[in-house]
């Protein structure tokens, strides 16, 4: 019973979500079925898990019919008039939230009723809302657009011909209005194609980017920060430019309080990925500000979700940078805190991983193979982070047997996984055949000849090509001594 998909749906309702639901069932503009608001009350008492022996079928029937034989068929009928309803609550729910888009429909029927005063008035409603909203978005920006474009529609036809100029000489405004609403959302999507492809190898044809990107060098939104932010961090990207790095920070701390969540999220993560790679190239300026950043996207709570639930590929990438910079005490604070907004099925795995990796950190090899084996590797992302750990931990119990092992079997993961993304399979091929090559030689009587040619071509290596280029030094260094 508690699988249905009312059930399910009614499971998320927060609390109050919930009892306003009721409220929408109770008002007969919305529902006019006496059996449906019979269903909600007996319901109302199982929320939130509805695994109350009170909602089986038989009993359910006989409470809002009364009489007659059991008829599978209509309580059916029933769960799913009452979840378009609940669908539609949801839809209500989040359009009374939204006030420029209550008062564009409102404007528009308006228009429809050809009632003029009434028209001016709510036009002049939105322009001030318009003109004191902090927020730049996509909402917005057609909020802006779509103000011009009623006002010159529905106006315009009041007035005799000669009689229209003012009306047709804000159709530039109107214009420029569509040009920046085109302009946010087409350099948003390019960028998060961006962040995209760098999690799943796919190709992409950045439409327009050339033209956006030329457009707006010469003529910058300079009251639009959110898309110059964005501008600078296409450019970034591209270009693989710092001073469009620093320019972005620049723009973003100056105007954090009209930027949007979704947009603050989409943000800080890109500037995450690009200091990260910064800093697997070297740089220890972008090492430290890799985690600045990190630990600013949580203190903001932008970190990557998805709905309600915090990623678990980002509570570890958090977890884990923490503990690369031995800040273990505010690791564990954050995995505490967050662990719970992980998705039910997603958080013994998660845990089990950060508690593994935890261990290895503090020596405890052991303790951390046993935990790092209850982690499910069916994501390709889990498997290398779980062979990864393995292949450093067997090296430091020197079971250079297992180490040879698991580098054979990892190997042959990034060769056969097609959703790697290239730049990530490259760096992990080279950190496992360097591993395999240094086991090999470690078993030999007398290694330090053949093992210090390896060293200096890890030195020598690109390290935006080769993971974990400084553990594997410190172990040629521990072989040698």
Known sequence: MGNSKLYQLLKTFSKSEFEDLGKFISSPYFNTSPQISRLYKIIVNCYPDFGSPRLNKERIFKSIYRKGKFDDKKIRDLYSRMLKLAEEFMAVNEFRKISLLKKRFVLKQLAKKNLEKHFTSIAKELKSMLDKEEITDGEYFFSKYSLFKENRSYLEIQKSVGKRGKFFGDITKEIDAFIYYSIYK????????QIHSRLIKHDYDY??????????????????????????????????????????????????????????????????????????????????????????????????????????????????????????????????????????????????????????????????????????????YDHIRVKNHEIKIFFELRDFEKVLFTVDSFRHFLSSNELIPDYIKIRYVNYVNFAGRMANTLFSNNPADKIIPIRKEIENHDVAELENQSWLLEQIEKALK
């Open 207 to 380: 439409k327009l980017r050339k033209e956006i990107l030329d457009y707006l060098e010469k003529n910058p939104s300079n009251d639009y920060p959110v898309i110059m932010i964005y501008f600078h961090m296409v450019l970034m990207n591209i270009n693989f430019d710092d001073a469009n790095y620093y320019r972005a920070i620049e723009l973003l701390e100056k105007n954090l309080s009209s930027i949007k969540h979704e947009d603050l999220k989409l943000i800080y993560t890109e500037l995450y990925n690009y200091t990260r790679i910064r800093s697997a190239e070297g740089s220890k300026k972008f090492h430290k500000e890799n985690y600045r950043i990190l630990k600013e996207m949580v203190t903001r709570g932008v970190y990557p979700a998805e709905g309600n639930h915090l990623t678990e590929n980002a509570l570890i990438t958090i977890f884990s940078a923490a503990l690369i910079e031995k800040d273990y005490e505010w690791a564990l604070e954050f995995l505490n805190e967050h662990i719970e907004m992980l998705p039910s099925e997603s958080k013994e795995n998660a845990l089990s991983y950060c508690i593994g990796i935890l261990n290895y950190r503090k020596g405890k090899y052991k303790e951390a193979l046993e935990k790092l084996a209850r982690v499910s590797i069916d994501d390709f």
């Open 186 to 193: 087409i350099i948003k999507y390019h960028l998060t194609f």
